[in-house]
């Protein structure tokens, strides 16, 4: 099958220490209120202690996709496992501290998958796209951390 690997590093430095970041980016459930709605996401199994929790994302005109969260450390590491129709590969929060500042940061390592997404490479700089998307989650991480 066909494939196009998809890796990107966003991140963001907020004027919150780490220990008032990690709540916000557990709460799975929460994220439908600050992430953007072009980037539907929902619950859809709970893990125990985090680990095993899956989350169903929806693109709008894109295609759903699922992650999984497979390991956690607290309160610096989350890594999910990306799976399920077109996308494969890893995806990883980690919180780095600076004093009262944290460095937040997402990193991606995926193929995706299928001869549109491979074309769609070629004009398109996939990475950047995701980065665009991700800068607006990591904006409105600062604006609910400031509230």
């Given at each position: 099958m066909?494939?196009?690997?998809?890796?990107?590093?966003?991140?963001?430095?907020?004027p919150f220490p780490a220990a008032e970041v990690w709540p916000v980016l557990v709460d799975f459930a929460g994220y439908q209120h600050?992430?953007?709605k072009s980037l539907a996401i929902r619950?859809?199994?709970?893990?125990?202690?985090l680990v095993g929790t899956q989350l169903e994302i929806r693109?709008?005109?894109g295609r759903p996709f699922q992650c999984q969260?497979?390991?956690?450390?607290?309160?610096?590491r989350i890594r999910m496992r990306y799976f399920g129709g077109f996308i494969d590969g890893f995806g990883e929060w980690r919180l780095e501290p600076l004093g009262q500042q944290t460095r937040v940061i997402y990193q991606l390592d995926v193929q995706a998958h299928g001869w549109l997404v491979v074309l769609?490479?070629?004009?398109?700089?996939?990475?950047?796209?995701?980065?665009?998307s991700?800068?607006?989650?990591?904006?409105?991480?600062?604006?609910?951390?400031?509230h």
């Amino acid at each position: 099958m066909t494939s196009t690997p998809i890796q990107a590093t966003d991140e963001i430095l907020v004027p919150f220490p780490a220990a008032e970041v990690w709540p916000v980016l557990v709460d799975f459930a929460g994220y439908q209120h600050w992430w953007p709605k072009s980037l539907a996401i929902r619950v859809i199994a709970d893990g125990a202690g985090l680990v095993g929790t899956q989350l169903e994302i929806r693109p709008v005109g894109g295609r759903p996709f699922q992650c999984q969260v497979e390991a956690v450390e607290w309160p610096s590491r989350i890594r999910m496992r990306y799976f399920g129709g077109f996308i494969d590969g890893f995806g990883e929060w980690r919180l780095e501290p600076l004093g009262q500042q944290t460095r937040v940061i997402y990193q991606l390592d995926v193929q995706a998958h299928g001869w549109l997404v491979v074309l769609l490479g070629k004009v398109l700089n996939l990475a950047r796209l995701h980065s665009r998307s991700m800068q607006t989650v990591l904006e409105n991480l600062r604006l609910v951390l400031g509230h």
